[in-house]
């Protein structure tokens, strides 16, 4: 697997100009506060599964529009007292999947709670059950990428990042879940929406993203050799005129507009050989945010990063912002 990015020593030193419209923070409190007014309790009800030392519930909540959002809440089931949290965001293509996919937090002592992803879920990594009602009624195959791209208000991202900000939100109403300490977290796809969760969720208190994808729109469509990005190169090819209204739509979607808007403590990560995730769009994302922060390299790896690794460096860093 050859690098196609930056020299590896180049990398720290990254920067990107931020490409946030003008009315980008007005847009995302008109979007919150309508969703806001959507907001009704979490439905909560037990799962009878095959994990004897966690518990675990079947969630629904209210996302964009008011729509039903699922997620798996699963908890130790011997704890006393409320719960730090973990709100982890699936990567592309995946949803919540089942609770045997969700066993890392909750078995070191964290409530962990795994949105599902509005339309997503038909991979081999991890299956779905909500639907986009804008979209479509089940979930379905990639691309996402360019569904509704040539307008803001449409854009499927606007859906699914509103969706990840009520998740955090519906989290701190939970029973054994600690309101003062909920964290966001994924790889990928999640690791982009954790930072988007990171700059508008109240309440975040830690922020985890490994290999973020949503980052840097521009240069990941130009570079990257792999993934989703390549959906939106081949829109672009085809509907030539329209080139410059899909990236100022998308920019309501990039990372690299949330973190300069993010002052919570976060962790990243890149890979010196991600085909998916250029490295270099993650240190752009990373060096424009603007809390406390940490990078960690992986320079032989893809787009699976540290694995297990970087799992162990999670826990480390949760431990230091959430206990």
Aim: aromatic share 10%; glycine share 10%.
């Amino acid at each position: 697997m050859p690098r196609t990015d930056l020299p590896l020593e180049e990398l720290p030193r990254y920067r990107a100009a931020a490409t946030a419209p003008a009315d980008f923070d007005e847009f995302w409190a008109l979007t919150l506060d309508e969703a806001a007014r959507h907001d009704t309790p979490a439905v909560v009800l037990p799962y009878t599964g095959p994990l004897t030392t966690l518990e675990v519930f079947d969630v629904s909540f209210a996302g964009y529009g008011g729509h039903p959002v699922k997620a798996w809440l699963v908890l130790p089931r011997q704890r006393s007292g409320r719960l730090p949290c973990v709100v982890r965001f699936p990567g592309y293509g995946n949803g919540r999947s089942s609770p045997l996919d969700a066993l890392e937090y909750a078995s070191c002592g964290y409530a962990q709670l795994v949105m599902d992803i509005r339309g997503q879920g038909t991979s081999e990594k991890g299956t779905g059950d909500t639907p986009d009602p804008e979209g479509s009624p089940h979930p379905h195959r990639p691309g996402f990428m360019t569904k509704g791209v040539l307008d803001p208000r449409r854009y499927y991202y606007r859906r699914v990042i509103t969706d990840a900000v009520r998740a955090v939100a519906t989290a701190r109403t939970l029973d054994g879940v600690d309101p003062d300490r909920v964290a966001v977290a994924g790889g990928s796809q999640g690791g982009g929406l954790a930072v988007a969760a990171g700059a508008l969720a109240p309440g975040v208190a830690a922020v985890v993203a490994d290999v973020p994808f949503l980052s840097h729109f521009r240069r990941a469509s130009e570079i990257a050799s792999e993934g989703p990005y390549l959906e939106v190169a081949e829109y672009c090819r085809a509907h030539r005129d329209s080139t410059e209204q899909v990236f100022t739509t998308l920019a309501y979607a990039d990372a690299l507009n949330f973190a300069s808007r993010a002052t919570v403590p976060a962790s990243f990560s890149a890979a010196g050989m991600d085909p998916v995730t250029p490295p270099s769009t993650c240190y752009a994302v990373y060096n424009a945010y603007a809390g406390p922060k940490r990078m960690r390299l992986w320079e032989f790896n893809g787009h699976e990063g540290g694995g297990v690794f970087a799992v162990e460096r999670n826990l480390a860093f949760l431990a230091e912002h959430l206990e």
